[in-house]
């Protein structure tokens, strides 16, 4: 399964980004996903992650009031609205998928990852 992200970028404190994540040729309707991030030096770190309906979403909360999870499942496409972000918010932003649970909880959870989306946010 091939996950593209996009929407990253460089932006000050306070602004929004919204990233997306498609999986070009492949229907991931019926799969959690999810959004994971890695800052310089520290370890990968759960975000968000959503059911195959959209109906359920968890957040970090670290995130949580500020970001906000979707998917649009005609589209293969999930998204993550970011706002008010910070600049302990820059890392490499990761979409992932799980092909076997609910809601993905942790990275071991993970089948497949997409190649990453820098977010730098300054102060």
């Known amino acids: 399964v091939q996950l593209v992200e996009s929407g990253g970028g460089l932006v000050q404190a306070g602004v929004s980004l919204n990233l997306s994540c498609a999986a070009p040729?492949?229907?991931?309707?019926?799969?959690?996903m999810g959004w994971f991030r890695q800052a310089p030096g520290k370890e990968r770190e759960f975000v968000a992650t959503?059911?195959?309906?959209?109906?359920?979403?968890y957040y970090a909360d670290s995130v949580k009031g500020r970001f906000t999870i979707s998917r649009d499942n005609a589209k293969n496409t999930v998204y993550l609205q970011m706002n008010s972000l910070k600049p302990k918010d820059t890392a490499v932003y990761y979409c992932?998928?799980?092909?076997?649970?609910?809601?993905?909880?942790?990275?071991?959870?993970?089948?497949?990852w997409g190649q990453g989306a820098q977010v730098t946010v300054s102060s």
């Open positions: 992932a998928v799980d092909l076997h649970t609910i809601v993905i909880v942790t990275a071991s959870d993970v089948d497949y």
């Open positions: 040729g492949r229907s991931l309707s019926s799969y959690a």
């Open positions: 959503i059911n195959w309906s959209g109906g359920s979403t």
